[in-house]
């Protein structure tokens, strides 16, 4: 009987290691890859194999080994430099990056899937990235440019240097770009300065236009009243001739004519006794004279 039950926990023993080793050999025969992280099976340091998608893998136990990198988008705040502007003028660029890993086996094989060398590498690409893009403008360039149009330029060739790494740099942008503080004052002093002198042309353009427009006028009225004076001369003669011709046609015998000289003399003596002036004083032969005294023949 005891033989029997010697046996059996010995049989016990046996069947619990059994499955002890079972299970540790499927434990180590097999991964889990997670949202947001890459698994590259490594055998003997060479990479066989690269897990992307979220789920439960298999391995060759004891010899392959496993290695996660992070496929989350990275902020890596880049420290402050100084940068020189193509008209020499010194400049504080405070830039962050926005990175991820979008080639795990490029990563592993030149960072070693490092996280600190590749900010490192980063920090080294973005500045220089920084550096090329201001150095190619003006510092007034880059104050107008400092928003898409500066961030393109960096992100572009950071981006462009860090595919190597199997990195993609998301964006690389200037969060802040400032003066050094020795020359702040003057730098806003003549930027003052200039714009003023812009606003000064553009009021001096708009004056001399106005000029123009104003003496152009001038012009214009004294054509259009040189005309009509002309024209009105013009019409006066005409007028003048009319009536001339028209009396002419009236009077053109004796009795006519002297009957208008009888009507023109008493229209001026009309015209000479006026207001408290009642006295008219004529010589005796005048036409009036016969007028009044009747003996106008």
Not at 30 to 58: C, D, M, N
């Amino acid at each position: 009987m005891e033989t029997t039950n010697k046996k059996g926990k010995i049989f016990g023993i046996i069947i619990a290691v059994i499955v002890c080793v079972i299970a540790f050999l499927g434990l180590s025969a097999t991964y889990v890859v997670h949202q947001k992280e890459y698994i590259a099976v490594r055998r003997f340091g060479k990479i066989i194999s690269l897990a992307k998608e979220p789920g439960l893998y298999f391995k060759t136990p004891f010899i392959d080994d496993i290695q996660s990198i992070s496929a989350q988008i990275v902020l890596y705040d880049i420290p402050k430099s100084d940068v020189i502007t193509k008209d020499k003028k010194s400049m504080i660029a405070d830039t962050y990056v926005i990175w991820k890993v979008v080639d795990p086996v490029k990563y592993i094989q030149t960072l070693n899937a490092i996280d600190a060398r590749a900010e490192e590498r980063i920090e080294a690409s973005v500045y220089n990235a920084t550096k090329n893009a201001i150095s190619s403008m003006t510092q007034d360039e880059v104050i107008e440019a400092r928003g898409e149009q500066l961030t393109k330029l960096i992100s572009d060739e950071a981006n462009s240097d860090m595919t190597g790494y199997g990195i993609e740099v998301v964006q690389a942008q200037i969060k802040a770009l400032d003066l050094p503080d020795d020359n702040k004052q003057a730098v806003y002093e003549r930027m003052i300065s200039e714009r003023n002198n812009i606003a000064a042309s553009y009021t001096a353009q708009g004056d001399a236009e106005a000029q123009k427009i104003h003496n152009e006028t001038d012009k214009e009225v004294a054509i259009v009243k040189a005309n009509a004076e002309k024209d009105a001369a013009v019409l006066e003669a005409e007028g003048e001739s009319a009536y001339m011709s028209t009396l002419s046609n009236a009077y053109d015998t004796t009795e006519k004519s002297e009957f208008y000289s009888y009507i023109r003399g008493l229209d001026a003596i009309k015209k000479s006794l006026v207001g408290d002036n009642k006295t008219l004083i004529l010589d005796k032969n005048s036409e009036l004279a016969k007028i009044l005294y009747g003996n106008f023949n």
